[in-house]
């Protein structure tokens, strides 16, 4: 008898662990692109080792799951304590300000005041979290198939028109599915347009209609997927506004050149070794410039947590030069730490591509327009996004013609400014 | 030492003793209340803990999702939501003609109305005969016929989105099916990128994978039919196909009734597998009815709760009418069975 009341009484305190925080508990939501998830466990089990008090939780999920499911959950005043996201400014409203609470604020706007208005309230002074990476956007290409094409790879100023050509020549002669990819994101397609003269953000501050440079690259997107430069399966391949990327396609040698971003570095360090050769090419010009979008994930703190002080110790911990030192060199990513970004960093990988790569970006961040420094901190940049990727890919699938897809752009736009009562 | 039997006696008691100790301690004053309120109130009694719990997960979501489907904005929690009346049924309904959608304000609803008519009409017919044949031939002195009838429920057990990777390996560029074309020399087909393909294979893979559980009630109906009922149609002469139209399918008609009302509803619904296997892809071929309230509720950048709650309420309007059609037809065919 006294054996089953034990059992029960254990059984209620794991049901009761299992669904609410406990005093100290920080339960953290992460998403990984490479291998970011294992070095911050890594960390974590250092921290929770000086920090006995405190059991940090870590909740690795997929990057769909905090784009679609954390909105919900903070909206309902719920959520984890800590999280790792990329839609920083539109819920901004949600993240806890860690300024009375971190142990040195002055260290904080010192290091990561550049990138602190992308996610905090319009007009406030919070410390809402810190950059774990800062990202660009930018192109890849499989060395090897140009090389055995015999075709050069366009240099530094090469247009896109330069690379459609360069990389479809490449395809024919290899036998390869897809000349080229860009992931089925708003933001991916966001560099190329800024490169055509595109401006989103009208006078008054809130979304323009698709202007004359934005129209001129979609048109020529558009007409790359229905003749076969850009792979169909991406864009082709989903409704609504969901992500696709073609990171896979370019790891399994079936893709000549493909436009993501920066945060793919380690995973092809790790996944593509020596299968391939590979180069980071920087952003394509169009007429107006040859930017690439900046971004990156923030790990945010939520207002909503009911240990405070301890998610503070957990961002303190994480903030610091040494912790984001490792973080940056381990998983190859660009830290956003201003000091110790001049002070310079030793990435931890004897891959040369990698290491190239990683330069190749870093040099880009010297050509970025101004626009696009100013959009990941604009409160409708998500939106416009969604609104594009879900009416282009119409567009790319037939469903309606490019100019019928630019005026539904512009009515999915306006709606949505509508709804929100801003 | 304690027998077996002893040991399942004693388990019996420990189960049972707790029952007959809140049954001595209810007994007077349910006694009480049926002295005051009669058998009839008895029943209600009894029903209240399952209403309560009825109410409060499906009537009570029910009247919220319905108040949401009232009210605009972002915002998710009710009371921060602004009242809009039906502003948002009127924007789901603003068309210039609703069998095009390109004429609609939200053209996507419409898209994902057309596109669900057509897979419920096809969906429904082909899962309705496939079901059919199948628990015709599992009835049949087939050999190993349990073995047959595990093969054929086993992918009820999946889950859906297993089912949806399943087939979306099989069906992409690189997936089984190219390859064994590939290696019986056929050029490769991207069967997912195509609008006709993708629309058919939704309806194709919802059928395999929940054609197993219509078999079964089907099945359960089959072997319910009197046998002396074929051997007396068999001894006047009667032919199997007349004996199928006569004997089996009427006697069949509550059974195929259930399934029919089941797969009416499962078919409106459809969102895992689909979501899974194409995305709604490509364009929006597949893009159904669910998905969309999905995207608009939960997935879109500022998404609207509202929208999505309208959108919903209108789609429950549809399954109940077509639910209380099915029944309707159900009772005039008993009642004309009853005349005969």
Avoid at chain 1, 235 to 257: H, P
Avoid at chain 2, 10 to 31: E, F, K, Q
Avoid at chain 2, 300 to 313: F, V
Wanted: with cysteine.
């Amino acid at each position: 008898m006294k054996k089953t009341r034990t059992m029960l009484a254990a059984l209620a305190v794991g049901l009761l662990a299992s669904t609410s925080a406990l005093a100290g508990d920080v339960r953290i939501m992460w998403y990984s692109d490479g291998v970011e998830g294992e070095v911050l466990k890594d960390l974590l089990d250092r921290f929770m080792k000086e920090n006995p008090g405190i059991n940090v939780i870590l909740d690795n999920v997929a990057y769909s799951v905090v784009r679609e499911q954390l909105p919900v959950q903070l909206e309902a005043g719920a959520g984890p304590d800590i999280a790792r996201v990329t839609n920083l400014k539109a819920q901004s409203q949600h993240w806890l300000d860690l300024r009375p609470l971190v142990a040195d604020p002055a260290y904080w706007d010192e290091n990561f005041g550049a990138q602190a208005d992308w996610m905090r309230p319009d007009g406030s002074n919070q410390i809402s979290g810190f950059m774990t990476q800062i990202t660009l956007t930018g192109g890849f290409a499989n060395k090897t198939l140009f090389d055995q094409a015999g075709v050069a790879i366009p240099g530094k100023d090469a247009t896109w028109d330069d690379w459609a050509k360069a990389a479809k020549q490449v395809a024919e002669s290899q036998q390869v599915p897809f000349a080229m990819a860009l992931d089925r994101s708003g933001h991916r397609l966001t560099g190329p347009i800024l490169s055509y003269g595109g401006n989103y953000v009208g006078a008054d501050g809130k979304p323009a209609p698709l202007d004359q440079g934005a129209k001129d690259f979609l048109t020529k997107f558009v007409g790359w997927i229905e003749d076969g430069t850009m792979g169909k399966d991406v864009w082709v391949s989903a409704a609504g506004s969901t992500y696709r990327a073609a990171a896979d396609d370019f790891i399994n040698g079936q893709l000549v050149y493909y436009y993501s971003g920066s945060w793919q570095v380690p995973n092809f360090s790790t996944k593509i070794g020596s299968n391939f050769d590979w180069v980071a090419t920087g952003s394509p010009c169009g007429p107006a410039n040859c930017t690439g979008m900046p971004g990156g994930a923030g790990l945010v703190a939520i207002k909503y947590t009911k240990n405070p002080k301890e998610v503070a110790k957990v961002m303190d911990y994480l903030a610091r030069e040494d912790i984001v030192k490792e973080f940056s060199e381990r998983t190859l990513f660009l830290p956003a730490h201003k000091g110790l970004l001049a002070k310079g960093l030793d990435f931890k990988t004897d891959d040369a591509q990698a290491k190239a790569a990683l330069n190749t970006f870093v040099s880009a961040t010297g050509s970025l327009s101004e626009l696009a420094q100013k959009l990941p901190g604009w409160f409708w940049s998500d939106t416009f996004y969604g609104a594009l990727v879900t009416r282009v890919s119409q567009a790319a699938a037939g469903e309606m013609p490019v100019d019928e897809a630019f005026t539904r752009i512009d009515a999915d736009i306006a709606a949505k400014v509508k709804d929100s009562g801003l | 030492m304690r027998t077996h039997d002893t040991g399942r006696a004693g388990l019996s008691a420990i189960v049972t003793a707790p029952v007959h100790v809140v049954m001595g301690i209810l007994d007077m004053p349910l006694r009480r209340l049926q002295r005051v309120g009669g058998t009839g109130g008895m029943a209600a009694f009894f029903l209240m803990p399952n209403m309560l719990i009825f109410g409060i997960f499906v009537l009570l979501p029910f009247f919220i999702n319905f108040a949401y489907s009232m009210t605009g904005g972002t915002a998710l929690f009710l009371p921060d939501r602004t009242f809009v009346g039906a502003d948002q049924y009127a924007r789901l309904f603003d068309c210039r003609s609703y069998v095009d959608p390109g004429s609609c304000v939200e053209d996507t609803f419409w898209t994902a109305v057309w596109n669900t008519a057509a897979f419920v009409v096809l969906q429904v017919s082909l899962m309705i005969l496939v079901s059919l044949v199948t628990a015709l031939i599992l009835n049949r002195d087939l050999a190993a016929r349990s073995f047959w009838r595990a093969v054929f429920f086993f992918p009820v057990l999946l889950s859906p989105v297993v089912v949806g990777l399943i087939w979306k390996w099989i069906l992409q560029r690189q997936g089984l099916l190219n390859f064994g074309l590939y290696g019986l020399g056929f050029d490769p087909y991207v069967w997912l990128n195509d609008r006709n393909w993708a629309f058919a294979a939704t309806i194709g893979v919802s059928i395999w994978a929940h054609m197993g559980f219509y078999t079964l009630i089907l099945l359960a109906g089959l072997q319910a039919i009197p046998k002396d009922l074929y051997e007396a149609a068999e001894m006047d002469g009667t032919r199997p196909a007349r004996a199928f139209w006569r004997i089996t399918l009427p006697l069949l008609m509550p059974n195929l009734l259930v399934v029919v009302v089941l797969v009416l509803i499962r078919a409106v619904q459809i969102f895992d597998e689909v979501y899974v296997l194409t995305g709604g892809g490509p364009g929006t071929s597949t893009l159904y009815l669910t998905q969309y309230i999905y995207e608009t509720g939960f997935a879109a950048q500022l998404r609207n709760p509202g929208l999505a709650a309208a959108a919903s309420i209108l789609m429950g309007a549809v399954l109940v009418v077509l639910t209380l059609v099915q029944l309707g037809l159900g009772r005039s065919g008993e009642k004309k069975g009853g005349r005969k």
